[in-house]
């Protein structure tokens, strides 16, 4: 079964400051990945997804994760953050379906990013 | 749209009491998930659904029970109230599988004493 290690359960980092939140995945044949954001007091939202392609995927906000499978990693970066980006960021991931893995993802436990002005 | 909607936003219950959690989705959606976010855990699947009529178990399974009579509603029933069923449920719904965006309603507090 697939598992999801977000290393950092909480990052603090300044505004206009670059940003990294880490994810990797336990090693499988091909995966689906995703970053989900929740704001305060609100469900969950897609930020952005890694299907298959490119192994580069962007957000309409600025943030963009990069697929290594070697290093079975998605990590999600953002080059400047706004005061706005503080929220709780989700790494995600599953099997593709069609290759006997499941409709369900496995969610990391989550990173705390506050943006500090 | 209103996209999904759950009732009520929070509840306490009383160990032993059951109550119903209720999810409904407005976009057709044929994919439906229950999800439960306790602190510095993440999300965890409970059940989830891939059409009327269709349920299957997700990884904390134990303690409730759903069902799909209808593409809109996916109600999650939790019977006999534990304190470890103290959580936010989310309910989420998608338009097919994995490679379309699970859209989240607000969630649902429940404390059971």
């Known amino acids: 079964a697939q598992s999801v290690t977000q290393l950092d359960s909480q990052v603090p980092v300044f505004e206009e400051a670059p940003v990294e939140l880490r994810c990797n995945y336990s090693s499988s044949v091909s995966v689906y990945l995703f970053w989900y954001v929740q704001y305060p007091n609100q469900g969950l939202q897609l930020l952005l997804k890694?299907?298959?392609?490119?192994?580069l995927v962007e957000s309409i906000n600025g943030f963009e994760a990069e697929f290594n499978k070697s290093q079975t990693s998605f990590h999600l970066r953002k080059p400047s953050v706004h005061i706005s980006d503080t929220a709780e960021y989700f790494c995600a991931v599953s099997d593709r379906p069609l290759l006997g893995g499941s409709e369900k993802l496995v969610f990391g436990k989550g990173t705390k990013l506050t943006v500090n002005p | 749209n209103a996209g999904v909607t759950q009732t009520p936003k929070f509840r306490i219950l009383k160990i032993g009491q059951s109550m119903t959690l209720q999810c409904t989705q407005d976009?057709?959606?044929?994919?439906m998930y229950w999800y439960r976010q306790d602190p510095g855990m993440g999300l965890k699947l409970i059940y989830y659904?891939?059409?009327?009529?269709?349920?299957d178990k997700g990884e904390v399974p134990n303690g409730y029970n759903v069902s799909r009579s209808t593409t809109e509603d996916f109600p999650l029933r939790l019977e006999l109230a534990a304190p470890s069923q103290t959580s936010v449920y989310f309910c989420a719904s998608s338009y097919r599988g994995l490679t379309y965006e699970q859209y989240f309603g607000p969630g649902t507090r429940l404390t059971v004493t």
């Open positions: 976009m057709n959606h044929n994919y």
């Open positions: 659904s891939v059409g009327a009529g269709i349920t």
């Open positions: 890694y299907l298959s392609g490119s192994t």
